[in-house]
């Protein structure tokens, strides 16, 4: 992952950032060690995201947590790998939005521009699902329509014979009260 990730770093290194463990290191506002070029002993921030990522996971299912009989202890480790992850994930964001507002500073119409992109592809999803809707719409009609047209249809009829007529107006009438015994 760091690996795939790091050359997004390399070249972007903002004016003011040190080395991961240098003055003005990790935890530090200005985007510490967001963008260090690769040497011995340096580590870049995606480097140090995918390490305490691992750490989390180690910390869960590492054989000395699971054998061991003190939990308190367990979940002190577990806490403290869980909140190195957090605060290199911060600090990851501050550099991306960092580098947001440098672009949105130097590049105003860049910015217009994804912002249009943005909405024509959030329009284009919604055109799409009207038309997912409208489609559910016609068919449930069409299902509609065809229970109606069948209701409306007498199913077995005998064939017209002279006294159709007298049938059908038979039908129409309610029915005769009964008489109590």
Not at 15 to 29: C, E, F, I, R, Y
Not at 96 to 109: D, G, H, I, T, Y
Request: net charge negative.
């Amino acid at each position: 992952m760091a690996s795939s990730m790091s050359g997004m770093f390399s070249g972007q290194q903002p004016p003011g950032v040190h080395p991961v463990g240098a003055p003005g290191g990790p935890g530090q506002p200005g985007f510490p060690g967001a963008a260090t070029t690769r040497g011995p002993g340096k580590n870049t921030l995606v480097d140090e995201l995918e390490s305490s990522f691992e750490a989390c996971f180690a910390s869960l299912v590492s054989q000395d947590y699971v054998n061991g009989t003190d939990q308190e202890e367990i979940r002190t480790g577990v806490d403290q790998c869980i909140q190195k992850f957090l605060d290199v994930a911060r600090q990851t964001e501050c550099f991306f939005l960092q580098k947001r507002l440098q672009l949105s500073v130097q590049k105003p119409e860049q910015v217009v521009k994804e912002d249009v992109s943005e909405l024509r592809n959030e329009l284009q999803r919604k055109e799409l699902l009207v038309q997912k809707h409208l489609s559910k719409l016609h068919h449930w009609q069409q299902v509609l329509e065809d229970v109606s047209v069948q209701q409306r249809k007498p199913t077995d009829l005998p064939p017209p014979g002279p006294l159709a007529f007298l049938e059908q107006a038979s039908a129409s009438l309610p029915p005769a009260p009964l008489k109590p015994n």
